[in-house]
């Protein structure tokens, strides 16, 4: 309301302007660039920092976000009961497992006072570090995107993990794609993804952008046990070879 009374009165002024000039402009000018902070605090994240530093010994940890509609939980309206929250199958394995090697975030673009709750629901273990709200987001284009930029984190230990990831991040080369849950009761896309993000924290690549990339927007989950299969039977294929030298 008070957005569309400022324009409304600025339009007012403009319109006083075209008759009397000197002070009406100048009253005009201030009162748009009023207008125009405080659509800014609408379409900019809240801060440049929207996370704390991390500690000294956990420079090398890396930074798991986590998107929440479709992606841990799915959210259903219905008549005869109104809104519905439902988790996602495996989602307490997932947080619980991966807690272990990640700083996990939650980055959401809904209002907080949606977020907070469901968090509190869904992680009763807390394993969830930080949860961001739309207030997080950047508004252009009519959509609240995530950006990856603004979380004073190292983007290269960055993974975005979303149903809808490069829909709805300013850095595609982050985003790690998964299914989204509409309540299939044998969904298992979070288990699946365990083992790949497992990999990454043990194995701690210089940069995860150049190890999504190589997956090219494909299955991560799927393709990752590919390469796995494909690895050990390559080292099966040299040990044998190896066997065959010695004799």
Known sequence: MLVISLIKYGG???????????????????????VEEHLLEYTEPTSDKLLPDLHPLEQHVFTLVLDLNETLLYTD???????????????????????????????SDQ?????????ERLDTNHCIRYRLSR?????????????????????????YVSAHAFDSSLQPENCVPIKP????????????????????????????????????????????????????RRVQEQKQQGRLWRR
């Open 181 to 232: 849950y509409k309540l299939e009761t044998d969904d298992t896309a979070l288990l699946d993804l365990i083992p790949f993000l497992e990999y990454v924290a043990r194995n701690s690549p210089a940069d995860i952008r150049q190890v999504l990339q190589s997956y090219e927007r494909k299955d991560i989950a799927k393709e990752f046990l590919e390469r796995s299969k494909e690895y050990q």
């Open 12 to 34: 007012l002024l403009y319109s006083a302007a075209m008759t009397v000039p000197a002070k009406a402009l100048e009253s005009y000018l201030d009162l748009r660039r009023l």
């Open 135 to 159: 207030g997080a987001t950047k508004y252009q284009d009519g959509k609240h995107y995530r950006d990856l930029s603004k979380l004073n984190r190292d983007p290269t230990k960055i993974l």
């Open 77 to 107: 309206w219905k008549r005869e009961r109104g809104w519905r929250t439902f988790k996602r199958p495996g989602v307490d394995a997932f947080l619980e497992h991966l807690a272990k090697f990640y700083e996990i975030v939650v980055y």
């Open 111 to 119: 209002m907080n006072m949606y977020v907070d709750p469901v968090c």
